[in-house]
């Protein structure tokens, strides 16, 4: 089996929490990663960044929809966090400290899918 069809068949197996905390997870890193390594160039920062964004507003386009089975205040609350997040990735090229904001909103959302406190 190649690594590709190895891979589909993971996703196809996970539950979405699984998939959405995968995916958190990997986001979170990349910040980790950033605020880590100060010496990091821009471009490997804004990647960082940008991935994170982009997580962020697939979670908040998947929220906005009429289908989606989350209670509508969950729904708002991560709509709110994501416009949040969106606010705070722009301080967040010139701050390290604002990367660490953003990576401790990511665990606790990751807390969350886990299960665990």
């Known amino acids: 089996m190649s690594i590709k069809a190895y891979q589909q068949a993971a996703t196809r197996a996970e539950a979405p929490r699984d998939v959405e905390w995968r995916a958190f997870s990997l986001a979170t890193a990349g910040l980790m990663r950033a605020a880590e390594e100060q010496s990091l160039d821009g471009a490997a920062r804004v990647e960082a960044i940008n991935k994170n964004l982009q997580l962020w507003a697939l979670m908040a386009d998947d929220c906005a929809q009429p289908d989606n089975h989350l209670p509508a205040a969950l729904r708002a609350q991560m709509i709110s966090l994501a416009l949040w997040v969106e606010r705070h990735?722009?301080?967040?090229?010139?701050?390290?400290?604002?990367?660490?904001?953003?990576i401790d909103v990511n665990r606790a959302i990751m807390e969350g899918l886990s299960g665990r406190p």
Do not use: E, P
């Not at 090229?93 to 660490?100: D, E, G, N, T």
């Open 89 to 102: 990735s722009r301080l967040a090229l010139r701050q390290i400290s604002a990367l660490h904001d953003m």
